[in-house]
């Protein structure tokens, strides 16, 4: 074999298997799929830049150290100039020449796979053969088709970042999904001063979160000028009066533009899948637990198999990889990896959410919730909104944890850990909360870890009758002897 991994798609996720690969010293060739070569989607980057200026600014308007009064006139976010900047600091990172610096035979080109004589993948006149072959293929964002869709400014997510500046839009925006960046991108606008209305056709936005969490974000939202409508499907769109019209659900709306953020189209068909036996559908390659394609020496990952998460497709990259050059017998697991919303305020979570847990453990489960308005450094900070709770097992498993609040995508990652690596809370609550449960350091966010797991042996030392009533009974005697 000529190879021990092709890639094929110049996707992050192809981009870093094959530099990981080629890090454990495997021969690797990547064929990007695409004459242009690495395809360039900087939409994040540019979304986490606009997220801290306008997050910066808002947060000097509503400080607590009145500094609004020399500053408030004088900041103001330039749109153009953070997509040029994004666009600028991204193009080492997304160079493919990085690769092949590393020994990645990179390919420009695209290409389909061959049965006959041999199984191979077929760039222009070379033939790859390899022991292994991974897909990772970017998708694209696209626009539905919806009656009277043409008459309107309809723009994908991806469009989105290459306008120059926000004033062709127009003031009224419609944004179509429920997706985090449907959440994250609405909040921004709205503090830029667009007049936004999130358009939801489901009951209501990310399911499989905390639903007190996604009160408190939606509360801010709607703080910020946001207008959600929740089960309201796109039905038409209309030209009257010069006015563009969309109807959602029972509701018509006026708007200048409409920005489609959770639709998305897979390119698959040109690489001959069929021919090699990989089934596959509208939102994808099918695969089983160990990302193999329907063809075993055959494995997908990220958007070619419908996972737009980069947390899961890391993951799915690092599961693939083991299977590849090691011993096909790893599975995914996606239990353990951190849901994060980057709105303001962050909401990140893991494991369990209430409802589940309740169905799988009854009333056995303890659930406890620390509020940041209790911890020093918010209170120094003013970002006093939010908190964090813990759901655990009466031995101290963690089972789920959601934190919403500042800096909350940080604060998670202690949880992954501790849960990755199945580090229980102290069994004895008297002992647990005469030490630190949670090393953290004071006066920080991370504090509010600690003062969650307290909470739990609080919690379950009064439920502990026995120990509790002994415990009283000690200090009396103590008390008693001390006089």
Known sequence: MEYDLVVIGSSQAGIEAAEKATLLGARVALVTQSKAGCIKNNSNSNYFRLKEATTLIDRVNHSPWLLQESFNNKLAVDFNTISEVANNNLVVDNSLSKLAALGVDVIFGEGEFCRLPKQAFIVGKRRLRSRNYLIAINSYFTIPSIPGIESANCLTYHDFWQQKDLTSLGNNLAIVGASACSLELAQVLGRLGKKVTLVVATQRILPQEELAALMVIQAQLEADGIEIITNS??????????????Q?????????AIIFTDYKELKISGLNLAGVGVEYDSTGINVNSKLQSTNKTIYACGDSIGIFSSLIIQH??????KNILLLPWFETDYSLIPRVVFTEPTLASIGMIETEARQ????????VREYFKNITQSQISGQTTGWCQFILHPKGEILGCTIIGDRAEELI?????????KTKLSNNPIQAILKTEITTISPSLSAILNKTAIAFQQQKLQR?????????TWLKIKKTFSK
Request: glycine share 6%; aromatic share 10%; hydrophobic share 45%.
């Open 233 to 246: 499907p796109m039905t038409q769109i209309k030209e009257i009066a010069g006015e563009t019209w969309l």
């Open 316 to 321: 799915q990259v690092n599961i693939a990889l």
């Open 413 to 421: 990652s202690t949880i992954a850990v501790m849960m990755q690596n």
């Open 248 to 256: 959602a659900g029972d509701k018509a709306l006026v708007i200048d």
């Open 360 to 367: 799988n453990y009854g009333d056995k489960i303890y659930i």
């Open 464 to 472: 502990q009758k026995k120990n509790y009533r002994w415990l009283k």
